[in-house]
């Protein structure tokens, strides 16, 4: 007599061969894989490298925040990206520090804040969400934890970053300017071939902060959030305008509420309107929603996003709030 498992790998068996032999199914197949919009990834400003190194490991079997990390880690290590990693312009002492955080499709986070002389702070907010029990490192013990777990001691303040200073220390003004050098944080979201869910975000902050200073970036919920049942949204600007409006997680949470990830990219950016300083300040979201329909909206024209979808790049311009160039 014949076995029950023997019995499943026959009548599965039999299956396979009938898809194979039957032309309509085959095609239909074919046709479902073509209308499905993930792969996808998608990061802030024009991240072409990143998003075509996490598209990458999505092809060759990676998770998507596996991919998320890969593409966060290419404007990490360039160090004429002067608002993430290496190269990054410094505190107003000189001190380059970096914020990075990463959420995968289970719901888990890591973040490292305020980390000091470590080129790959997504890297390492990765360990914090896989090898420990918490969610935030900061500072001295985040590095300290990094060390411990093979990440090395590097320095990384470029010469060009140690120029911008002494130029911005002749006036010492701080004042962040719209879409220029201190608005380019790598905020990155992927779904993989099933429209499994990753994020990262990876900063240094803005230019010449204060000491101590931390943004929104690895903060998860403002900087970033992911929600492997509704999408994902990201953040880049002014941090502090950000957190206070929980943006990220604000809009994944419209999009639960049935908004698509344009209009939750609009409202969240709407309710920045009666802020006294909006003219000055620059914000961009963008998301994702498991459907795959992407969103993006900003405060000023001059955002863009950089999307990978079914293996075509594109940069797109963002719509904006205001429609004028500042
Ligand atoms: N959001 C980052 C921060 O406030 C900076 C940026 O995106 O430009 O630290």
Same mark, same amino acid.
């Given at each position: 007599m014949q076995s029950r498992r023997k019995f499943l790998q026959n009548t599965a068996l039999l299956g396979v061969g009938s898809a194979l032999s039957n032309p309509l199914l085959a095609e239909n197949k074919l046709q479902i894989e073509k209308d499905r919009p993930f792969p996808i990834v998608i990061a802030t400003w024009n991240n072409e490298k990143?998003?075509?190194?996490?598209?990458?490991? @999505?092809?060759?079997?990676?998770?998507?925040?596996?991919?998320?990390?890969?593409?966060?880690?290419?404007?990490?290590?360039?160090?004429?990206?002067?608002?993430?990693?290496?190269?990054?312009?410094?505190? %107003?002492?000189?001190h380059v520090t970096l914020?990075?955080? @990463?959420?995968?499709?289970?719901?888990?986070?890591?973040?490292?804040?305020?980390?000091?002389? @470590?080129?790959?702070?997504? +890297?390492?907010?990765?360990?914090?969400?896989?090898?420990?029990?918490?969610?935030?490192?900061?500072?001295?013990?985040?590095?300290?934890?990094?060390?411990?777990?093979?990440?090395?001691?590097?320095?990384?303040?470029?010469?060009?970053?140690?120029?911008?200073?002494?130029?911005? %220390?002749?006036?010492?003004?701080?004042?962040?300017?719209?879409?220029?050098?201190r608005h380019d944080t790598i905020g990155i979201l992927a779904a993989d071939s099933n429209g499994n869910f990753g994020g990262a975000c990876s900063t240094s902050g803005l230019a010449f902060k204060m000491r101590g200073r931390v943004g929104d970036s690895p903060i998860i919920g403002a900087g970033l959030y992911v929600d492997n049942e509704v999408g994902a949204a990201t953040a880049t600007g002014l941090g502090e305008v950000v957190v206070k409006k929980v943006g990220a997680f604000s809009i994944v949470e419209m999009m639960r509420n049935g908004k698509s990830p344009q209009q939750a990219c609009e409202e969240a950016i709407k309710r920045l309107q009666n802020l006294k300083n909006i003219q000055d300040l620059q914000v961009g979201y963008i998301a994702v929603?498991?459907?795959?329909?992407?969103?993006?909206?900003?405060?000023?024209?001059?955002?863009?996003?950089?999307?990978?979808?079914?293996?075509?790049? %594109?940069?797109?311009? +963002?719509?904006?709030?205001?429609?004028?160039?500042?």
């Amino acid at each position: 007599m014949q076995s029950r498992r023997k019995f499943l790998q026959n009548t599965a068996l039999l299956g396979v061969g009938s898809a194979l032999s039957n032309p309509l199914l085959a095609e239909n197949k074919l046709q479902i894989e073509k209308d499905r919009p993930f792969p996808i990834v998608i990061a802030t400003w024009n991240n072409e490298k990143a998003v075509k190194a996490a598209y990458q490991v @999505i092809k060759s079997g990676g998770r998507a925040v596996d991919a998320v990390e890969m593409g966060a880690k290419v404007p990490e290590a360039d160090p004429n990206d002067t608002s993430v990693g290496y190269g990054g312009f410094p505190d %107003r002492d000189g001190h380059v520090t970096l914020d990075a955080c @990463i959420m995968d499709e289970f719901g888990n986070a890591g973040s490292v804040m305020f980390l000091e002389d @470590i080129m790959h702070p997504i +890297s390492v907010a990765r360990m914090v969400m896989e090898k420990t029990p918490h969610v935030f490192l900061a500072g001295e013990g985040a590095q300290q934890f990094a060390l411990e777990n093979g990440f090395e001691k590097q320095n990384l303040l470029t010469d060009k970053a140690k120029q911008a200073l002494e130029e911005w %220390r002749k006036t010492s003004q701080y004042q962040p300017k719209i879409n220029v050098e201190r608005h380019d944080t790598i905020g990155i979201l992927a779904a993989d071939s099933n429209g499994n869910f990753g994020g990262a975000c990876s900063t240094s902050g803005l230019a010449f902060k204060m000491r101590g200073r931390v943004g929104d970036s690895p903060i998860i919920g403002a900087g970033l959030y992911v929600d492997n049942e509704v999408g994902a949204a990201t953040a880049t600007g002014l941090g502090e305008v950000v957190v206070k409006k929980v943006g990220a997680f604000s809009i994944v949470e419209m999009m639960r509420n049935g908004k698509s990830p344009q209009q939750a990219c609009e409202e969240a950016i709407k309710r920045l309107q009666n802020l006294k300083n909006i003219q000055d300040l620059q914000v961009g979201y963008i998301a994702v929603s498991k459907k795959g329909e992407i969103g993006a909206f900003s405060v000023h024209p001059g955002f863009q996003y950089a999307v990978v979808q079914k293996g075509k790049f %594109r940069l797109v311009d +963002s719509k904006s709030l205001f429609s004028e160039k500042k």
